[in-house]
């Protein structure tokens, strides 16, 4: 016996302008903080459809409000805007007309869903509050999200739960992934110049040789995970770049590295700032070289608050059934600026499925110049927004209406 179709998922085709929508932004991709085009789309169809909109929050950020009834709840849902600085190798006939500059993140697709969600709720679904719709600029490094929280993001539009989505290729298409609790990896890096004294190859009792120094360091970095780090906790540590001297009888008076951390724990990642830098000093002084650090934060671990990811939850049970949603995924290593607004507003950032792939054919992962956004996820992604909006700010009083979790209750926890 099949289980029944979900009523906002009966009629797809009235979403194919938004897959047309979705190829158009593909094929004119803008990096972060110049999402100019992007933006005055989103923020003419939001218009259209009856949005108080404001562009130009944190740089190219628009916000659309959408308000009915008399209700006092008011619900967020954010989308990401910005293109990578990759040379797209798609081969699709919307791919990237600009060279270099690529949407292989599939923020296109998460800016289409929103919209055809957008639409949807202006003109068929019964809410009663307030609605802010966030399209963010310059997820992909720029922490637009922090530039958008220091405009004064939620003083003008407070949100009493704030929720986004990403795609994930390798998970069975249209598929919701949940997770409580830490979801994705903090992520922050470091700059390390090594300054020796240069000479000749020949003759190294002369010099001191950063790159020796650099050397020991990668591998000294390699005992914070292994030996300080609780076997049961999650950390990386990763040398991305070492660079150094331009001939082979030559010692280098000077050494570069760039180096990346990520943990799911704010006391693992205080703990990794620490021991690194503790170890690049003391390895630099055993070398006689000098080390300078410029150590730069960059995302938070992202954090899904229990209660706000247990209405989350419900809704896309409510939408799929059981076989479509896995309730409690595991935690990702990538970094996502969505992270600072859960600091702010109780929410949740959960998954839609963009493809498994197959054993000949797996699914190409994102950030990978062959990358596309599934547009047969579009429906769900929509409908999922649909519900979701429907279902936190329908009246109190309507039949099967369900209490979302308040502010108070996650103060309590």
Same mark, same amino acid.
């Given at each position: ?10 009629? /797809? ?71 990578? /600085? ?45 609605? =802010? ?27 009493? +739960?704030?929720?986004?989505? =990403? ?27 090594? +300054?020796?004294?240069?000479? =000749? ?71 990794? +700032? ?30 899904? =608050? ?39 507003? /109780? ?67």
């Amino acid at each position: 016996m099949s289980t029944p179709v979900h009523p906002l998922l009966q009629s /797809p085709e009235d979403l194919g302008e938004f897959v047309a929508l979705r190829r158009d932004l593909h094929r004119h991709p803008e990096l972060a903080f110049a999402e100019q085009r992007t933006a005055a789309l989103v923020a003419r169809r939001l218009r259209e459809w009856g949005y108080e909109v404001e562009e130009g929050v944190g740089g190219t950020g628009v916000v659309g409000r959408l308000r009915r009834g008399t209700g006092s709840r008011r619900l967020g849902l954010r989308a990401d805007m910005d293109a990578l /600085p990759i040379q797209e190798t798609s081969g699709k006939p919307y791919a990237s007309c600009h060279d270099h500059v690529m949407h292989a993140c599939g923020h296109d697709g998460h800016t289409a869903m929103l919209l055809a969600a957008a639409r949807r709720i202006a003109q068929r679904a019964r809410i009663d509050g307030t609605l =802010h719709l966030i399209f963010q600029p310059a997820e992909e490094g720029g922490a637009g999200a922090r530039r958008m929280l220091d405009d004064g993001l939620f003083q003008r539009y407070p949100c009493d +739960r704030i929720f986004g989505m =990403h795609n994930m290729p390798g998970i069975p298409s249209g598929r919701l992934v949940l997770r409580d609790g830490p979801a994705m990896a903090s992520s922050d890096y470091a700059t390390v110049t090594l +300054r020796g004294v240069g000479g =000749h190859g020949a003759l190294p009792q002369h010099a001191r040789d950063p790159v020796v120094a650099a050397a020991a360091i990668v591998m000294a970095l390699q005992s914070i995970v292994a030996r300080n780090v609780d076997p049961h906790a999650m950390a990386v540590v990763t040398v991305g770049a070492l660079h150094a001297g331009s001939a082979n009888n030559v010692i280098a008076q000077e050494a570069v590295m760039e180096i990346s951390l990520r943990s799911l724990d704010p006391q693992v990642r205080a703990l990794l +700032r620490r021991r690194l830098h503790e170890l690049i000093e003391a390895q630099a002084r055993s070398f006689e070289v000098q080390a300078r650090i410029d150590w730069r934060d960059g995302y938070a671990v992202l954090v899904n =608050h229990a209660e706000p990811t247990a209405f989350a939850r419900q809704v896309a049970l409510e939408l799929l059934g059981p076989a479509q949603v896995d309730p409690q995924g595991p935690a990702l290593s990538g970094s996502e600026d969505f992270a600072f607004m859960l600091e702010q507003v /109780p929410g949740s950032y959960l998954l839609i499925g963009n493809g498994a792939g197959g054993d000949d054919a797996p699914a190409c992962m994102v950030h990978n110049p062959g990358y596309d956004f599934n547009d047969d996820i579009l429906p769900v992604g929509a409908a999922y927004w649909t519900l979701l909006a429907e279902r936190y700010l329908e009246a109190p009083s309507a039949p099967n209406a369900q209490q979302p979790p308040t502010r108070a209750a996650d103060q309590a926890r």
